[in-house]
């Protein structure tokens, strides 16, 4: 399996400032994407984050307001711009291993984000 | 576009009663099918994935789930549930042909002493 880390688990954020979560994989995986799960909801796709190109978003989601990189196989992160209260969510990446019928899907620990 | 819907938001069962969450999917093609669990403050754990072959799929903590390709279901099931099985559930489809997940509402799980 793999081992994902990551951070912060937890953050507390004034309005109007930018937080970036980062997302570390032990090991090469073949598609990586971020969800977010809203107080009470499920989790909704936000984007597809592509290595060495811009993500590709969900309808409803934009970069300006959800940059990601992902330098690299096993390393990606997404920033939350410009904060407002209405982001207050979990944030999950995500990551698929191998495919067919040996694929794998796991997923971090999760972001807890609380926005003030 | 794909689909999950989980008709129940809860589940209350007794320990040692059999439980059974429901999933119904719509989806292009044939479908990859997923059961996770949540535990409070805690991330997304697999239970369980159906691809191709037998219906019945046997997981993790004692959780099977059958895929009714008539139905368009795969409910997740328990024969004897245990106090520690009270969690959030969730039900995941995605199409063959592309690895972005579905999600259904999720059901809340509680089981009684």
């Known amino acids: 399996s793999a081992v994902i880390s990551q951070k912060p688990s937890r953050d507390i954020c004034q309005r109007g400032t930018s937080l970036t979560i980062q997302c570390q994989v032990d090991s090469q995986v073949t598609m990586m994407f971020w969800y977010r799960q809203q107080p009470g909801q499920s989790l909704t796709l936000i984007a597809t984050?592509?290595?060495?190109?811009?993500?590709?978003?969900e309808s409803g989601f934009v970069i300006d307001k959800f940059p990601i990189s992902r330098p690299n196989l096993t390393f990606s992160t997404l920033t939350v711009s410009n904060m407002s209260p209405e982001d207050s969510s979990i944030y999950l990446c995500?990551?698929?291993?191998?495919?067919?019928?040996?694929?794998?899907?796991?997923f971090g620990s999760g972001t807890q984000l609380s926005v003030l | 576009a794909q689909s999950v819907a989980q008709p129940e938001d809860q589940v209350n069962v007794a320990e040692g009663n059999p439980l059974t969450v429901k999933c119904t999917y719509s989806v292009s093609g044939n479908p990859y099918l997923f059961w996770y669990v949540q535990y409070p403050n805690r991330g997304l754990q697999f239970l369980l994935k159906?691809?191709?072959?037998?219906?019945l799929v046997k997981g993790s903590y004692g959780f099977e789930a059958e895929f009714n390709k008539s139905q368009t279901s795969f409910h997740l099931k328990k024969p004897s549930a245990l106090v520690s099985d009270s969690a959030l559930y969730f039900c995941a489809v995605r199409a063959t042909n592309d690895y972005k997940l579905s999600f259904g509402a999720g059901t809340t799980v509680t089981v009684r002493a």
């Open positions: 995500s990551v698929v291993m191998d495919g067919g019928f040996n694929e794998k899907l796991f």
């Open positions: 984050a592509n290595q060495g190109s811009e993500a590709t978003y």
């Open positions: 159906y691809i191709t072959g037998d219906n």
